[in-house]
């Protein structure tokens, strides 16, 4: 038997507003508030809602036969809470079917995993604790920021009590071997590594809708063709992309929403093949080789999977700048200046910073910034208010401790 796990990354930042260099040390608000909740609107309207119905009546009509999993950041579930608590519910309604997974991962959907491993760690613990709170469920396979991976972040997962890790099925380092089998990491851990079939989760994300492909138009039937020739030392067919495919990045007149009504029953037509959620999956296989990585790869930038698209001058800049106030956001002892350096560490921030980065089109409607190089200035100006605001934080405690040592 064949299994396939399909995974949804569901994740929005806050937006950062047009921030100039005189409301330094003048104004701290920092968000577009606007902005967020056109946002979470759309997206609830567009994909959220459409495809969560789509999905509850496709768990409940294969009864058990099909199932899924979702990777949903801490920034997410507070904008849904927010702005869209209806969105919540129906979430909460698919993980009531009991065929439904979610994935562990960083609160803020920071890098913190290659600055700050203190960090990491309490934003992992932070994001298990909400999960459990919202869906009345305790993950128990971690999915990092953006797939980024090596063999030291593993050590370090598996040293957090998780039982598995999603990662790029990178061709570099299989040399040859199939994405769709279980693995362990280099380092001689044994922590369980899911990879994602880049070709074929790729083929729904980005290829569906090119009317240039010679695979135009991809259906449901097609698609699960290629699934079940899948033979060999097949064993999991992880299919991993972004949840907004369906309704934002793919529009619903591509006809992205039947296809993925359709896809489970046409997938299940193979009696050789059935569905897994991650946890499932590990329970039904087990490794018999490394994925030996490292050095750090992701799913972004790169070809090779090389975290190229984190390297620039002004990602590097401001990376070492947000994760250098560490020690002091922590000495003010202000869990709201705690949750705004959380939120600053967000990815996407530096994302658009990268050269090669242009906005997609709802990027540029609610993103004020046309250029990297404007994103990096913006960024520069707020983290330098905030770090001030440390600052005048800390001599304010100095001072208090001081007068009450006198008293």
């Not at 060999?232 to 991993?240: A, F, K, S, W």
């Not at 059935?274 to 050095?295: G, H, K, L, Q, V």
């Not at 990297?372 to 005048?392: Q, R």
Request: charged share 20%.
């Amino acid at each position: 038997m064949k299994t396939v796990c399909l995974y949804f990354k569901v994740h929005q930042p806050y937006r950062l507003r047009d921030y100039r260099l005189h409301d330094i040390d003048i104004d701290h608000c920092y968000e577009d508030v606007t902005a967020d909740k056109e946002l979470i609107n759309t997206m609830a309207e567009e994909c959220y809602l459409p495809t969560n119905n789509i999905l509850l009546k496709d768990l409940l009509e294969q009864d058990g036969k099909f199932c899924i999993t979702f990777s949903m950041s801490g920034l997410v579930i507070e904008l849904l809470q927010r702005y869209r608590p209806d969105v919540i519910e129906s979430f909460q309604k698919l993980a009531a079917t009991g065929h439904v997974e979610f994935l562990a991962e960083t609160y803020y959907h920071s890098l913190a995993s290659l600055h700050s491993q203190s960090e990491f760690k309490r934003q992992v613990n932070m994001h298990t604790r909400l999960i459990q709170q919202t869906f009345k469920l305790t993950p128990a396979v971690f999915r990092n920021t953006e797939v980024i991976h090596n063999n030291s972040i593993a050590q370090t997962v598996a040293s957090l009590g998780y039982k598995a890790i999603l990662c790029e099925g990178l061709s570099g380092i299989l040399q040859g071997r199939t994405s769709n089998r279980l693995y362990y990491p280099g380092g001689g851990n044994n922590i369980i590594l899911l990879l994602r079939n880049s070709a074929l989760s790729d083929d729904i994300a980005f290829r569906f809708n090119d009317t240039q492909w010679n695979e135009h138009p991809l259906m449901a039937d097609k698609f699960a063709q290629w699934l079940h020739n899948h033979t060999g030392g097949t064993e999991v067919i992880n299919l991993y992309l972004d949840y907004e495919t369906f309704g934002i990045h793919k529009h619903r007149d591509t006809g992205v929403l039947e296809f993925l009504r359709a896809l489970p029953t046409e997938v299940l037509a193979h009696r050789g093949f059935n569905f897994s959620t991650p946890s499932r999956a590990i329970s039904m296989y087990s490794p018999s080789d490394t994925y030996d990585a490292p050095e750090t790869v992701s799913w972004q930038g790169h070809p090779t999977g090389s975290a190229l698209c984190w390297e620039n001058v002004m990602q590097n800049n401001t990376l070492k700048k947000i994760y250098s106030i560490e020690s002091m956001v922590h000495e003010t002892g202000c869990a709201t200046s705690l949750d705004t350096w959380g939120r600053l560490q967000a990815a996407d921030y530096f994302y658009y910073m990268a050269d090669n980065h242009t906005p997609t089109h709802y990027e540029r409607y609610y993103y004020p910034f046309a250029t990297a190089y404007e994103v990096f200035k913006n960024y520069t100006n707020l983290v330098a208010d905030f770090e001030i605001s440390l600052i005048k934080k800390t001599v304010i405690n100095k001072r208090e401790s001081q007068f009450a040592k006198i008293m």
